[in-house]
Nanobody
Framework: QVQLVESGGGSVQAGGSLRLSCVTSGTIFSLYTMGWYHQAPGKQRELVATITGDGTTNYADFVKGRFTISRDNAKNTVYLQMNGLKSEDTAVYYC????????????WGQGTQVTVSS
C-alpha cells in the first residue's frame, strides 16, 4: 500500500522560510514524479512544483525564484524549500506521487498546513 506522509508545515511571518518533507512508502520511489500542490480555503487545489525521478523540475509561476523542490531517492523523500513566503502562500500543502509512465497511478498525502502572517 502506497503511503505519503508530509511534515514541516507551520506558522511563519511574511518573508520567512519553511521546509516541507514528504516520505513515501510502498513504491519504487524513483519511478514516480513527485509533486507539491496547495489548496487555500475556498479555492481549487493547484500545482506548486514537480520533480521527476531523474531530477527534472517544474514550477508554478507564482513560486519561481522562491521555492525549490528536491528529492532524495535513497530516502524516498521529496522536499519543498519555501523562502520569501507571502500571505498568499497560506494553504494546505499536499504531496503527490504520480507514476511517470502511467499517470493514472497517483497518490496523495494527508496535507500539512502552512500559514503566513503579514
Amino acid at each position: 500500500q502506497v503511503q505519503l506522509v508530509e511534515s514541516g508545515g507551520g506558522s511563519v511571518q511574511a518573508g520567512g522560510s519553511l521546509r516541507l518533507s514528504c516520505v513515501t512508502s510502498g513504491t519504487i520511489f524513483s519511478l514516480y514524479t513527485m509533486g507539491w500542490y496547495h489548496q487555500a480555503p475556498g479555492k481549487q487545489r493547484e500545482l506548486v512544483a514537480t520533480i521527476t525521478g531523474d531530477g527534472t523540475t517544474n514550477y508554478a509561476d507564482f513560486v519561481k525564484g522562491r521555492f525549490t523542490i528536491s528529492r532524495d531517492n535513497a530516502k524516498n523523500t521529496v522536499y519543498l524549500q519555501m523562502n520569501g513566503l507571502k500571505s498568499e502562500d497560506t494553504a494546505v500543502y499536499y504531496c503527490n506521487a504520480r507514476l511517470t509512465l502511467n499517470p493514472l497511478h497517483a497518490y496523495w498525502g494527508q496535507g500539512t498546513q502552512v500559514t503566513v502572517s503579514s
